[in-house]
């Protein structure tokens, strides 16, 4: 079994900053991928920001320049510096990884349970 404990979310002013983590924990042999999505309200979920092991990094293009995604391998974290937060990113952040598990050995995709950021004055 694999577990996905996510922390950092909460309320922030616009033009505020969060730090998200996210710990892997299980019979984990090795990281594929690891990222971030979001859910705001009626929308559907969306890509935030993804990274591999060797640092490879994909951003959505609403977020270019202002989060910064970054990887601890050894302790198997990810984490999501957010800065100049506005309104429009506000939504339950949730928590992607894509694994090397085993025994059994196989590819397991976990997702987290959702932290919630709100931008708000």
């Known amino acids: 079994q694999v577990d996905l404990v996510e922390s950092g979310g909460g309320l922030v002013q616009p033009g505020g900053s969060l730090r998200l983590s996210c710990a892997a924990s299980?019979?984990?042999?090795?990281?594929?991928?690891m990222g971030w999505y979001r859910q705001a309200p009626g929308k559907q979920r969306e890509l935030v920001a993804v990274?591999?092991?060797?640092?490879?990094?994909n951003y959505a293009d609403s977020v270019k320049g202002r989060f910064t995604i970054s990887i601890d391998t050894a302790k198997k974290t990810v984490f999501l510096q957010m800065n100049s937060l506005k309104p429009g990113d506000t939504a339950v952040y949730y928590c992607?990884?894509?694994?090397?598990?085993?025994?059994?050995?196989?590819?397991?995709?976990?997702w987290g349970p959702g932290t919630l950021v709100t931008v708000s004055s």
């Open positions: 299980g019979s984990i042999l090795s990281l594929t991928v």
């Open positions: 992607n990884a894509n694994l090397n598990v085993g025994p059994p050995f196989r590819t397991l995709e976990v």
């Open positions: 990274i591999t092991p060797g640092r490879s990094t």
